[in-house]
Every structure is written in C-alpha cells, then in structure tokens.
C-alpha cells in the first residue's frame, strides 16, 4: 500500500480538541472596588457574555451523574478539595468557607467555529463544545479553555486543525501575505450562522506596528474578542481586566481520536500527534527530523494499547503541550461519553492536563512579578525601597498560599491518571521551575532579612555609643542631685540657670553622639583593643572630628 491511499483511507470518526490557553492577569488598580479578577465578570450586562457556571457539585443533585463522580473519585482528597471545594452552595461564596478556589464562567453565544485551510478549497465547521475563563483564587492567572468536536474527517485534517488552531498570531508571514503556520481564516459562528468574528492573520502591518510600540506582541482579532471584556494589557483599549501572555503563542491543548482501526497509524503518525507537526507533505516519508529514539518511552502510555490483539485498545501520549487519546470508534467503551473514556476524556483527562500548565503559569507569573518589583527598585530612594520590600513580602505570602493550596507532587492513586500526569509535568518541567522559583524568592526573603538585621544592628551600634556618653551627661547631672551644690533653697531664676547650664551642653554631647556615632563606635571598639598602642587609639580618636568626604561622581 503506498502513503497516498494510504492517507486517503485514515479517518477519524470523531475527533475531539480542547485548548487550554494560560494567560497572566495584570493587579487590579490601587482602590478598586473589587477584591478579586473574577468578580469583574459577576456583572451581568450586554457588554458582559459569560456567566458564572454553576457546576454538577453545586447544582441540582439530580443532574449528577455517574460520569461526575467517576470524575471525581479519580483524585485523591486534597485533590478534590482544590478541585470541588468541601461544601455546596454559593451563598458566601470564599475559598477559605470550604468551596473551590476556582470560579468557571461560560459564554454560549459563540456556537461553531470554522476553519480555512491553506490547501483546501472548502472550510471545516467544528461545533463548540465549552467556551470557558477559569480563574484561580489569589492567582493571577486566567485559563481559557476552547472544545471543539467534528466527525468524519481526514486524519491531515486532524493534524492541521491541531497544528494551526491555537495560534495566537502567526511567528512570520508566507510569500502570499498569510500567517505562517496558521490558519487561513478562522471565523466564529453564532447559531444562527451570523459571523461574529474573524482573524486577520494576513494583516502584517498591524502587527509589526504593534510590536514596535508596545514592545509585546499582538493577538489576532478573533482572540481578543473571545476574550472581551478582558483586554491586552499593552493595547490602546480600556479595560479593568486586563491580561498579557504569559508563554509560548502556541496553545498547550488535549485531543481525542476515535478512529475506525488505529492500528493503520505509523510511528510517524503518533509521533506527529503528540508532537504538533502538522501533517506534512502528502505522499512523503516519515519526516526524519521527529525525534522518533525512545518515542514509546518517553511519549506513550502503552498499558492499555495492544496492536497485535483483535481490539487494539487505547493509546495515551503526551508531550507535555499536548496529550493526546487515541482509540478505536468501533469500541463501545472508548466512545463512551458516560462512562467510558470520551466521558473520561472530556472531564478526567482534561483536568490531568489542566493542573499542570495551571503549575507553570502560576510559577511563571511569580517569576515575572519579581522581576517587576527588581526592576522597580531604586536603591537611592527610600519610598521605592519600601515598596520593594512591600512587593517582595506580598509574592512570598502569594508563594506560601499556592504551595500549600495548589502545588501536588501526585493527584491520582489510579495508575494511568499517575503515570498521565506525571508524564505531562515532567515534560513541562514544573518541578524544576518550581524549586527556581522557590530558590529565587528565599533569596529576596534572605535579603530582606538581612537587611533589617543590618539595620537593626546600626540601631544598636548608635544606641550604645549614645548611653555611653550620656553616661558623662548623667554623672553630671546627678551633681545636682547630690549636698555638693545646695541649690534647693536658690531664686528660681538662679535654679533655672543652673539647669539650662548642664541640660544645654548635655543636649549637645547627646546629638553630636548620635551624628558622630559610628567613628565613636570605631574609637570605642580601639580604645578596648589591648594590642593597639595609645598612639593608634588617639589616631582613633581624632578621626571623630575628621570629615567624610563624598565619593566623587563617576
């Protein structure tokens, strides 16, 4: 069989993507009314199309199903807790009252997107699944998450719909003018077939302009309306929400493949699946730059796969951007959608991908607001000191609270759920951002620790060098005190005088103390050392009066 009929007879029965975009939300405006991003989108009004879902745990008990506790059985109890909450209802609705740090909102207006493709005449409509914002409490991240489904469709379909749907703009431009690796167009689709938006990736001027005044790049168009009301943070658009890219344009996503024999894909085939290729050239060999050494190692869960068997079962891959489920559609179970694994899929599988890029991108955003607060310091100036340290303690305290709410090791005692996850986090490499970013933060905390114990110490150090020579102003004083000077019985004014003439030049030991207390504090520390010589010690002492010149500029 050559390539060519060979890849006219791959289909792909039903097939399934949901994309996963990570976005970093910028802080809220100093005396906003609003404690957190999301109550933002508690507004129900026209300029306002998403609502917040109300989800299988806090709705109806009858409309919870199998499938839900399927799901949430899959997660061990702290798990759950970050996932659910602990208790129903809405009513106060606060992380720490025992109800989930995340808040989905959901739009229903958008009902289809459709796809242009490069080398086809004919667009694609893929129906919308979910067009979900999941925010995440004391996290200034946001997660846009996108299903679309198909049926019966080629399998170079398939590979280019993964490969160029989740773009948030094209990394350069081909020789016609389009978007490099991207779609030729991109519309979505009310339900009644109106197009509410498009992308206009061929529009190079727009962002090269951008990127040369804002020094960011810009988001195709049908993006940012998916997006609305949140805007760009480095845009001309007015906004309260606002958010900027936090990684790679690419957007990580989850595929699901029912396909009539999977048995019929190559290596290079799942190779460039789970990797995001594209289909490349039809009728070609297999592209010898896929790094195919170890790919069943390092990119397969084969457990349940078995080719040689008259069911061939199922096939998990993951690359860390992307995982991928592939199966047999005349396989009752894999089709499933309530108990079997397109159920599984959709809500299980889902979420063992979702809480890892959530790890990166809350780990990423930490990192970058650290950045920010260094690069707002500026040393010679008090308030901007201050605000440094203030910045540092609050991402410290943001650190704190992700860790013990949101950072797991494992989440599932099942072993495809442990070994899927574990997969996508190693190829992420949460774990080791994790330790950089703790190893960065104990660094800025040593710092100020350091810092306050430098500063305490001078306090110390002038403290000490004031009693000791207020110990002279003391003994004088108590003079006073003592039958040497009978003063008791004197006028007042003849008292006062006598007063005004020790507390005057008291007062004045005192402050040139304070002025001159680190070379006295120097003298101090000369004058006890007993291998000094009495001529090093007085060479000590007039250093007191000497005067500090400044360091001359540069």
Known sequence: MDLASKDTEQRVRHFRQI????????????GSPFENHAQLLDRQDADNPWRELVDEFSGDPGQFHERHYSEFVTFLPYVQRFLYGEGGGLEGRQAHDGESPIRIFRRHDVARVRMRYKDRDSPVDFDIAHLDLYFFYDIEVVILVVEIFADDLELRQVHDTLYRFGRAYPPSWDEDGSGSHCLQ????????????AASDYEKRSKYLSFVSRFRAPCISSHWEFILQPLVLHHSDECGPLRYRQIEYHRMPLV???????????????????????????????????????????RYCYD?????????????????????????????????????????????????????????????LMLSDRLVTALNR???????????????????????????????????????QARALFGMTREHLGTERLYAEVREEIHDMSQYLDSDSLRRQSNTVVRLTVVTTAGLIATITTGVLGM???????????????????????????????????????????????ERLTARAKLTALTAVWRRTRPPADG
């Open 185 to 196: 167009r991109a519309e979505w689709l009310a339900s009644d077939g109106r197009v509410l």
């Open 255 to 297: 595929a699901y493949l029912a396909m009539d024999d999977p048995r019929t894909l190559s290596r290079d085939d799942f190779a460039r699946l789970v990797l995001v290729t594209g289909p490349g050239k039809r009728g070609a060999p297999p592209a010898a730059e896929l790094p195919l050494d170890g790919f069943e190692s």
């Open 303 to 363: 457990r349940y796969w078995q080719p040689q068997a008259e069911q061939a079962g199922t096939r998990l891959l993951s690359c860390g951007h992307a995982v991928v489920m592939v199966g047999s559609a005349q396989d009752a179970y894999f089709t499933g959608t309530e108990n079997g694994l397109l159920g599984q899929f959709r809500h299980q599988f889902f979420l063992l991908a979702l809480i890892p890029h959530f790890h990166k991108a809350a780990l």
């Open 483 to 529: 039958n040497l000077l009978d003063a008791a019985q004197a006028p007042f004014a003849d008292r006062l005088a006598l007063f005004t003439l020790v507390a005057v030049p008291s007062a004045l030991l005192t402050g040139f103390a304070i002025a001159k207390s680190k070379p006295l504090s120097d003298f101090l520390e000369a004058l006890s050392d």
């Open 377 to 415: 310091l500026r040393i010679g100036q008090t308030e901007s000191v201050k605000d440094f340290k203030r910045a540092i303690r609050q991402i410290l305290e943001v650190f704190l609270r992700f860790t013990h709410r949101y950072w797991f090791y494992e989440i599932s005692d099942q072993a």
């Open 19 to 30: 994309l996963m975009w990570p976005l970093q939300l910028m802080p809220l405006a100093s």
